[in-house]
């Protein structure tokens, strides 16, 4: 009977267990796949594992992986000494699964009645906890019965058996005509035997009806043993599942079949300020938010009516005063005849999931914008360059209109240039693909660059800009180019924002522990609520300002990531809108080096290879899809005094190599049919082919780009567009001096 009882009430638990701990788990994948969805429809891969690793707070959930509509894993979590989520999903029906000490739950992500993917949850399902707490207590009850049962028989024995023994034995010898003397043993020596058997007989009924209550009370006792033990195993389930509702962010809650208030965690009535008879008077309803009370109340009625579960997100007024996003989900418990006897449900906090849905909606809007912006901006110097092209086919066009049309086509082509430039480099410092080519830089030398590249606009706008220098000259152990970039940004920021005839200046002040470089305006200025956002990527202040001069919002983001990579800091200022602006980059002392830098500059080396003369003997074979790109490029290789042949495919390209046998190459990757790669392999197994010097010009410009192409034979690499004073300086070094009269190529490193 204890062991039939026991395991009766062990199945009934871990049933409820199990079942519980489902629901438990199919409420997390459901949330999970209502938060994931944004992610996975904007193909946001960051966001998706983000939000798949808040799920690192279950302990017993071991991994959280999401799966697009074809089955292929799109992001993943995975707790420590986790097996990793396969990489595409196998045909499973969707629903909760049980194996062993495992469960795994496959939930669809759905978005306008479409699956658009599969979260999959794993997690660890232990029977062993409560299994041996029943077991436990389930041995402990047998043990002390057997032990009672134990003791019960030996006393027995002693008192009732032996002495009944005895009797019964003296008894039959009586009969059988034994001596009366042998009574003598139990009883006095008398000479009425017979009474004393009378006597015996009647003391033997006595210890009958004795055992007999024995039994009765050994009976009741084990009774009383058992509902002790009952009553435990109770008040330990209801131990464990209050404990499990108060894990629950708001706890549980329970109602009555007609829909009034009964209980609810410790948890939720802390947060709200309610005692639990306070939360069981129908005016609990007043911690509702106003503006949700009447939808609240409407739809718990319609499931009271229905029956139906009962899902609904709507907002509490907490002890503090503010009110909390909760989402309710309850269920109805009914009877063996289908009738509501009462409803359970949790109170959800989903007020990250609401930061998170608030931060979507931005990310989003900001998104359109930029895309917006860029078409904009991309489309700004579309309109010039054809403006310039019909000025170029006019026949009445002069030969100075020709000569503006072109400088008109150059500066554009620049400014693109540039654009797409901000772009690649904000990505690759924003994921940690950008490295810095360190070397010993004058400050000045940097400042000149900077100006330089932001001149066309100061000088554009007649601003009044100035520069100081500290007394003595500084040298920086930088990445040159990137911190002159940075500062033309600055530079160019400040005069697109300030208005004509305004001052700028650009100062630098070393001092005692960093160098410190500034540029001021007293142009438009800034919002105090717009610095705290401003180095964000595709920030951008108010477009509705007079004097809003657009952008990508790109520009200051760069800024922050290039000095962020030297181990400095920027910061902006400004009294507002109006009180122009100051932004102030701060180096470390870490950077400022005392020895002179090299006699000669990177710089002055550049400009001495643009020298007249540079390989004019150089043959150089041309290689694009692009018919123009091919023709102009040809064109401008030949005013430099190259012999050049074009080609428009890898095959027409092999045939020109194999009979003129150029010195170099520039050659397109992504040619359709045989591309780059495959023409240069080929060429490279012919026997002069790998003395070419070989030069991919591709508009795939990330690093990762820039390793493939040095690995497949590539001896350097340009992105288009491809400056061609940069080209050219190329082709003069990889060249013999014009004096040598030589046809002999001089290999360079690929990072010259």
Sequence with gaps: ALLVAGVTLLGAHVYDDRRAWGEQLRSTGNILAIAIAPALSFDDRKSAARNLAAVASLPHVRSASLYDATGRLYAAFTARGAATPPAHLAAAQSGLHFSGGEAWLLQPVMQADEQIGTVVLRAHYDLSGPVLTYAGVLGAVTLLGLLAALFAAARLHRVITVPMSSITDVARQIVQGHPFSLRARKTTQDEFGLVVDAFNNMLAGMQRRTEALEESNAALQHAAVERQAAEQALRDSERLY????????????????????????????????LTLAEYCDPDWVQILHPEDRAGVLAAWRECVRTGNNYYHEHRIRAADGTYRPILAHGLPIRNDEGAVERWAGIHLDVSRLKQTEQALREADRRKDEFLATLAHELRNPLAPIRNAVF???????????????????????????????????????????????????????????????????????????????????????????????????????AAKYTDPGGHIQLQAELGDSDLSISVTDDGVGLAPDSIRRLFQIFSQVDSSL???????????????????????????????????????????????????????????????????????????????????????????????????LAACSGSEALELARHHRPQAIVLDIGMPGMSGYETLRRLRREAWGGEVFAIALTGWGQERDQATALEAGFDYHFTKPVALDALLTLLHQIFCDADSRSDTLVRVPAKA
């Design 391 to 493: 000025i170029l086919n006019s026949r009445n066009a002069t030969s100075a209109h020709a000569q503006r049309a072109r400088e008109l086509i150059e500066r554009q082509v620049r400014h693109m240039s540039l654009l797409l430039d901000d772009l690649l480099d904000v990505a690759r410092v924003t994921h940690g693909q950008f490295s810095l080519k360190r070397e010993p830089v004058a400050l000045k030398a940097i400042f000149d660059n900077a100006v330089e590249t932001a001149r066309p606009l100061l000088e554009a706008k007649k601003h009044d800009f100035s520069v100081r220098l500290p007394p003595s000259a500084v040298i920086l152990d930088v990445d040159p180019l990137r911190l002159a970039q940075a500062i033309a940004n600055l530079l160019t920021n």
């Design 242 to 273: 209050r404990a499990i509702g108060e894990t629950i962010n708001y706890g549980v809650w329970v109602c009555s079949a007609a829909g009034r208030n009964s209980y609810a965690s410790e948890s939720f009535l802390s947060l709200v300020g």
């Design 546 to 644: 007079e004097r809003s001069q657009g952008g990508l919002g790109i520009g200051l983001a760069l800024v922050k990531g290039l000095v962020e990579l030297h181990g400095g800091e920027v910061a902006a200022y400004s009294g507002g809108i109006g009180h122009g602006s100051r932004f102030v980059v701060r180096l470390p002392q870490a950077l400022i080096r005392r020895e002179t830098p090299p006699g000669v500059t990177r710089e002055q080396a550049v400009g001495e290879s643009l020298g007249t003369g540079a390989g004019r003997r150089g043959q150089v074979l041309v290689v694009d899809d692009n018919r123009d790109a091919v023709e102009t490029l040809s064109i401008a290789l030949e005013l430099a005094g190259y012999r050049v």
